[in-house]
């Protein structure tokens, strides 16, 4: 069984110059561009924990990948191979069929080579393992961020987890919505267009706060966010009042938008930048010399995302 | 409790100066050596399908990246690099500190640096992936095969399959037969020695009728095995007669040998290469043109590997 999975892998899987030997033997072959720094990064998703048992498989599929190309835009790296390992209760040709229709659709569209993976039987778990190219000094690392910085983010944030509150409250869930949450849109043109103006980036996976206070931690800094500057979408707008919205946009997860920070000098740049692979970005915030996260309204007084329960949001939102 | 974990294994990781950026941003930042081919592979083991549930956890993290080392080995690689993903049920510091004493002893004995990861909630499963370095015109492809070419096994095998076998019967485990199930020795210093030597190589690790049965598909040949010539411990001798042990050895998995072929003017230069390495190896069998797979006893005489079983053993025994 294993083998004619594998087999069935392999027949779809891109074709590049830079894969010596693909699918099929004990290892791929893979040859690295010179000069340049080789960005891996890998992530696993499991039925019940990170998706619904009964999603979509092209939904997963694509998911699957999207979250690991994600880390690879915050990265500011060119995704080139990935790898898959897939766990199934049972052998289903029709369901794999329909999880590489989603999974090759996005690695097709970025030139993405599937080099290996392995089947096997289990609880149904998806883990990929992605990886790209960056010259080192361009990587946009968590630990760059600069007192001063502007904080950026790109598209907007909180439709993911307004389809999951939704889903969850059993209501009908807005297709523009539940779309962001079941085939996010991973950075990565966003990401090549930031090397060498964002001084730091992470990808909004867990969550705004919760990733931005990673690059805080990482780089001793702290920031003040303007609630009233985080973008929406008309969607999560026409479904969520102001009031509703934030802690969706605040806490929730998996918009897979990218969080950046920069100087201010290079504004104008990165909004050209960005302009030329049509992502729209906007600045909420800034980076200050105080540690911690501090989040203010349109009149510049602080909102206690603490009390308001956020946190516990994110908890249930895992 | 995801960073808890991915914390701790940061601080243990083994460092290398080809690792521009390891554990704790949105993905690895790795230098490959100029001039060689990048080898990956990838392999899951999951909780009752692998390996029994209650499996000690420093048993599972060798052998899970033992597995991923092996099929380097196979290719004659250097390996450099790995990363981990570990789904669990539930946070347990004592547990993961246990898993990563096996995990991190075997990637120490050999430098390699674990440069990435994720710790998930759910079913008890490992993800490593493996990354390795080897000249691309050395890497030993299972295609390589030809015909005259004399079939080797390094070390012993039927050990793993063995102690299965004890096991599943309720029999008390042999220690020596348990310890190559539990902690399998890929043959890393074996592939390196048998580049420019050997034409093709697989590991052993779901039996050496179904892993050189692969090698001959892709090099479009047949073998003929003897069964005499199998090599197997004194441990598994003193527990199994001849009769039993053959099908563990034709058809037991988990050993984690290497199985070569190579020319037998290479005969010679093989016998010392190997034993620079400490690696014992002997030839079990001659690659044939006619296609197939067939073993026979030492007067020569066909035995009929399908008609006793040994392809339900090896379902059994998955």
Redesign the interface.
């Known amino acids: 069984v294993e083998f004619d999975l594998i087999e069935s892998i392999r027949v779809r899987a891109v074709a590049r110059d830079d894969v ?2 693909g699918i ?9 561009p ?1 000069g340049q ?14 998706f619904p048992q009964e999603t979509a498989p092209a939904d997963l599929g694509w998911k699957a990948l999207a979250v690991n190309l994600s ?2 835009a ?2 500011g ?1 060119q995704p080139a ?1 990935c ?3 897939l ?1 199934l209760p049972q052998a289903d040709p029709a369901w794999l069929d329909a999880f590489l229709d989603g999974f090759l659709a996005l690695a097709q569209g970025h030139a993405i080579a599937l ?4 089947t ?4 149904l ?1 998806v ?1 990929v ?4 190219f ?1 010259p ?1 000094e361009f ?1 946009l ?3 760059g961020a600069r007192v001063g910085d502007e904080i950026w983010i790109t598209g907007t944030i909180g439709d993911a987890a307004a389809a999951l509150a939704q889903w969850r409250a059993g209501d009908v869930c807005d297709p523009a919505l539940r779309a962001r949450l079941d085939r996010p849109t991973p950075r990565i043109e966003a990401g090549l267009a930031l090397r060498g103006l964002a001084h730091a ?3 909004v996976s867990d969550g705004l706060l919760a990733d931005l206070a990673h690059v805080l931690r ?1 780089s001793d800094a702290g920031a003040v966010l303007q609630a009233q500057a985080l973008p929406h979408s008309p969607a999560l707008a026409a479904r969520f009042d102001a009031t509703r919205r934030l802690p969706l946009q605040l806490a929730g997860g998996d918009d897979y938008e990218l969080c950046f920070c920069a100087p201010p000098a290079a504004h104008a740049a990165i909004g050209h930048a960005l302009a030329a692979v049509k992502t729209p970005a906007a600045v909420i915030g800034r980076v200050v010399a105080e540690p911690g996260l501090h989040v203010v309204d349109a009149a510049g007084n602080a909102i206690d995302v603490a009390s308001r329960g956020f946190e516990h949001f994110t908890e249930a939102g ?1």
Chains 1, 2 share one sequence.
């Open positions: 010596l030997l099929g033997d004990d290892a791929a072959l893979l040859q690295p010179p720094a080789l960005a891996v990064s890998t992530d696993t998703l499991n039925a019940g924990v990170h880390d690879l915050a990265m790296a191979w790898t898959l390992s766990s080099v290996g993976g392995d096997t039987r289990g609880p778990s883990g393992t992605v990886h790209g960056v080192a990587a690392r968590r630990t980036a992470v990808d990482a895992r």
